[in-house]
Structure formats: structure tokens, C-alpha cells
């Protein structure tokens, strides 16, 4: 089975820094998909990155970019020029290729400080 | 567009009542999916649906039920309440199997379920 680890359960980080949110994942799977989730207090899932496995180039959004690191199974999640508007919690998220379940971990609760 | 809809946004059963959750997508969403949310955890994958006709189950399928008679509609159906059921319920839904050709889940607001 697969498993999604977050050690983090929380941070903080001071408005404009930046910070980086670990995931590690087991999988003996070559193709698949890694995820990262934002959740604020509102409850929505909303989807901040993505990385297909099979690219070696690691994945940016705007202010956010992940370290895809596939041989060590890990996959952080950098946000830069944090914004309060950041606050919420990120799950991290697994799932094979032609497959529908979707692997969470336990999440980060990520505060931005003023 | 709504988008994916769920109803109700809370309520509370008592041990041994049933209810349905109600999801509906106006996106033309071939794939819709159910998770629930424990206290300080991830989602967790509860049922999903390839197309109106078909389901199939998740990780956690136990005390729930789904059908899905229509492609906008994707309710989930709990028989006998019980305290372990007490979570939050997610509905999402997405064109084709998520991550392939950049396909998106695109999720509900959820509904906060509590059994006492």
C-alpha cells in the first residue's frame, strides 16, 4: 500500500519568507503522480502543484516550485514571498497512474505571521 | 458554473439513523469520488465512480453505499450511523483519471457529519 508522510505538523513563517513543507511517500511504483493540496479554514481543496513522476524537472506555480526527489521518495513543497493569504493546511498526495485513489498525508498546518 | 455541490453543509445523526449525501457537478465530470476527513488527518478515499452505471470502492468503502444513475449525481448513502462516521465529506469530481493530461479533481465545500 502506499503511504504519504507530512512530519510536520505545523510551521509558521513570517510574511515575504520562505518555507519549505516535507512529504516522503512509499510506493514500489515507476509512474505516478505526486500532489500538493492547500486547505484553508474555508475547507477547500484547492490544488497548488503537480509532478508526473517520469519528469526530472521539478514542477513551479508562481511562488511555489516542489524538490522532486524520486529515488529518495520525496517530494517538499517551497513557498516563496509567503503571503498571509498562505495560511491554511497542505496535504500532500499520492496516486498511481490509471488509478483513482488518491493517498493523502496528514497534512501541515502552515500559519503566515504579519 | 457551481461546479460540485454538496448537501447538506452539517448535520447530526443519532446511532442507527441513515441519510444520504448529496453531490451534484455541473462540469460534465465523467469521474466522481467521495472522501471523507478525520480530525487531523489526510482524505481518505470512501467510493468512486468512472461514469454513470459504475463504482467502484475506495480505501475505506465500509458502512457506505453509492449509486449513479446520472452523470451529474453522485450521492453517498449511510445505512446504520455510528460514532466512527462522525468525519468531514468531500465530493470531487474531474474529467478523465486525475494527474493524467493535467486533469484536476475539483472538490466541494464538504460536509461536516456528526453521529452521536
Known amino acids: 500500500a502506499q503511504t504519504v508522510t507530512q512530519s510536520q505538523p505545523e510551521m509558521s513563517v513570517q510574511e515575504a519568507e520562505t518555507v519549505t513543507l516535507s512529504c516522503t511517500y512509499d510506493?514500489?511504483?515507476?509512474?505516478?503522480?505526486l500532489f500538493w493540496y492547500k486547505q484553508p479554514p474555508s475547507r477547500q481543496m484547492i490544488l497548488v502543484i503537480r509532478?508526473?513522476?517520469?519528469?526530472?524537472q521539478n514542477a513551479t506555480e508562481n511562488r511555489f516550485s516542489v524538490n522532486f526527489q524520486k529515488a529518495a521518495k520525496s517530494f517538499s513543497l517551497k513557498i516563496s514571498d509567503s503571503q498571509l493569504g498562505d495560511t491554511a493546511m497542505y496535504f500532500c498526495?499520492?496516486?498511481?497512474?490509471?488509478?483513482?485513489?488518491?493517498?493523502f498525508g496528514a497534512g501541515t498546518r502552515l500559519t503566515v505571521k504579519p | 458554473n457551481a461546479g460540485v455541490t454538496q448537501t447538506p453543509k452539517f448535520r447530526i445523526l443519532k446511532i442507527g439513523q441513515s441519510m444520504t449525501l448529496q453531490c451534484t457537478q455541473d462540469m460534465n465530470h465523467n469521474y466522481m469520488y467521495w472522501y471523507r476527513q478525520d480530525p487531523g488527518m489526510g482524505l481518505k478515499l470512501i467510493y468512486y465512480?468512472?461514469?454513470?452505471?459504475?463504482?467502484d470502492k475506495g480505501e475505506v468503502p465500509n458502512g457506505y453505499n453509492v449509486s449513479r444513475s446520472t452523470t451529474e449525481d453522485f450521492p453517498l448513502r449511510l445505512e446504520l450511523a455510528a460514532p466512527s462516521q462522525t468525519s468531514v465529506y468531500f465530493c470531487?469530481?474531474?474529467?478523465?483519471?486525475?494527474?493524467?493530461?493535467?486533469?484536476?479533481?475539483?472538490f466541494g465545500q464538504g460536509t461536516r457529519l456528526t453521529v452521536v
Open positions: 470531487a469530481s474531474s474529467y478523465g483519471t486525475i494527474g493524467r493530461l493535467n486533469t484536476e479533481a475539483f
Open positions: 498526495a499520492f496516486m498511481k497512474s490509471n488509478n483513482n485513489d488518491m493517498r
Open positions: 509532478q508526473e513522476a517520469y519528469k526530472q
Open positions: 510506493t514500489s511504483e515507476n509512474n505516478y503522480y
Open positions: 465512480s468512472v461514469g454513470a452505471g459504475i463504482t
